[in-house]
């Protein structure tokens, strides 16, 4: 949205993007998982495994480009312009977008991901204890935005330093927001670690963001929004 050109642009573009984007490839997924059935005896829900089973080679290839592109898509998109943008952050005199980009990539193959992501139960295990700190960081970010600053954006102090800045934090670190995130995703890892809680693990990003709200609010309580409209 930093690029858009106004907030009609970025409005339509989410709209196109997402609900739309996500109900049209929803459909997709179930009209071809259902038509597994009739096709070829078995309801089969890994898409490579459907497209595996097509005999025409037309097919095959058109799936695979596919697949493809849109593991490239999403990548760019989800995993590749975020840590871009990190490391640049870091150092922007330093360390272009293009250099972050860089540094991105080359530490996306050192990690080896195809080893790590090789084992069903790691997966499971990575993405529950990812939502599990980054559902904590957004019930934070909706209380901060429309709870204590009552939804107001103060552009101007988005790049203040002074201490009667809205978004002025003692070093820099608002701690009501540290202390309310971390419990919150101890307690949602706890919930993924620990087999008594069952399917807790599937809404560890669910739990995690209840907790970050809650806990957040009642750090914040009585605060009020020094951001103005």
Not at 21 to 35: D, P
Not at 50 to 62: E, K
Not at 169 to 180: E, K, Q
């Amino acid at each position: 949205s930093r690029y858009g050109k106004s907030l009609r642009s970025v409005h339509r573009g989410n709209f196109w993007g997402l609900p739309v984007n996500f109900l049209a490839f929803s459909l997709v997924t179930v009209i071809t998982t259902a038509a597994t059935l009739p096709v070829f005896g078995q309801l089969i829900t890994d898409p490579v495994e459907t497209v595996g089973r097509i005999d025409h080679p037309t097919a095959v290839i058109l799936g695979a480009l596919t697949f493809t592109i849109a593991t490239i898509g999403i990548n760019i998109v989800a995993n590749f312009v975020s840590p871009a943008f990190d490391f640049s952050n870091v150092a922007p005199r330093l360390i272009s977008w293009r250099a972050g980009g860089m540094l991105a990539a080359v530490a996306s193959i050192f990690i080896t991901p195809w080893n790590l992501f090789n084992n069903p139960a790691v997966i499971h295990y990575t993405l529950d204890v990812l939502g599990a700190f980054i559902g904590p960081l957004y019930g934070v970010l909706i209380v901060d935005f429309y709870l204590v600053k009552r939804g107001r954006l103060a552009v101007d102090d988005l790049y203040s330093v002074s201490p009667k800045g809205a978004y002025w934090y003692s070093n820099g670190v608002n701690w009501r927001a540290v202390a309310a995130l971390l419990p919150a995703a101890v307690i949602a890892t706890i919930c993924v670690m620990v087999p008594s809680f069952g399917n807790a693990a599937n809404f560890s990003w669910f739990i995690g963001a209840a907790l970050g709200a809650l806990f957040y609010r009642a750090f914040t309580m009585g605060e009020r929004a020094r951001a103005q409209a």
